[in-house]
């Protein structure tokens, strides 16, 4: 056809009817988002985040304190893990968020005493065979307490709870793995739980020195504990004994008070 002079050519036609649509589509669009309105909701997300995780970790330790019921040797000890632990972490440049699991999940590690039976918890001297092989099963129970929950900070300490106990060259238990097999919060908790043991009193035993449960440590590297490990946390040694010294504190006081009024505790 022709050209018109006034007439749109077919092309001008389509172009102007997708303008129109265009239009129509813009016209329709909500009016300009609130801001303060989108910052409030938001605000209130983040409430409810933190409102949940420290619901978590709240049960944790909870949970942590009903273990101690069962074994009244551990007293402190839970916390004491915690911040040995966060240490490390640190140390070997965990990030952030690596750090925190650890820190609140650590603590549970023996959770699972809360099934061992009180006369071998507390017995004062050596366990028999069959004892310890009762005693070993903290670790299995502690697992299934948690193999089933998808919240990380809980799957951090079942983890943790069945892979204390090994050991780098795979002579621990449950499962007899070794080396970099076992997880990095386990190959941790494995040292500190270890140091803390050997400087404390428990039933069964006296507390060492700082000095010879540091030394100590030095020598299960590459057999018992990840040897890289046991070099960070000699590089971290000042740090390790304002900890120990900083609960020793607090324990001289509490036996102190104790002795002055001994039903305080009750």
């Known amino acids: 056809m022709a050209y018109i002079p006034g007439r749109k050519s077919r092309k001008a036609k389509e172009e102007s009817r997708k303008e129109k649509e265009q239009d129509k589509i813009i016209d329709s669009r909500p009016g ?16 409810t985040h933190r409102q949940i995780r420290e619901s978590h970790i709240e049960m944790i330790l909870k949970l942590a304190i009903a273990a101690e019921y069962k074994d009244p040797d551990t007293g402190n000890h839970i ?24 820190r609140y999940a650590s603590p549970m590690h023996d959770i699972g005493k809360i099934g061992i039976p009180d006369r071998i918890l507390q017995k004062p001297g050596k366990l028999t065979s069959e004892e310890w092989e ?59 739980d270890v140091f803390d ?3 404390s009193k428990r039933c069964y035993k006296e507390k060492w020195t700082f000095e010879e449960g540091f030394d100590y ?43 002055i009024v001994p039903d305080a505790a009750i």
Not at 33 to 46: F, G, W
């Open 32 to 47: 300009d988002i609130d801001l303060l309105k989108l910052k409030k909701a938001y605000a209130d997300l983040e409430e």
């Open 79 to 102: 916390l004491r893990i915690s911040d040995y632990a966060t240490e490390i972490a640190r140390a070997i440049d965990m990030t952030e968020d690596q750090v925190e699991l650890l």
């Open 134 to 192: 009762i005693m070993k099963q903290h670790t299995l129970i502690g697992e299934r307490m948690f193999q089933s929950s998808k919240s990380p900070l809980l799957t951090a300490a079942g983890q943790i709870a069945i892979t204390h106990h090994e050991k780098f060259d795979g002579s621990g238990y449950s499962y007899g793995i070794k080396g970099e097999a076992i997880p990095i919060f386990g190959r941790i908790v494995a040292m500190v």
């Open 197 to 199: 043991a050997i400087v």
């Open 217 to 259: 440590i030095q020598t299960l590297g590459g057999n018992h504990l990840d040897l890289e490990l046991v070099k960070i946390f000699r590089k971290i040694e000042k740090k390790v004994r304002r900890i120990y010294e900083a609960n020793q504190t607090i324990e001289s006081f509490v036996e102190g008070f104790n002795a």
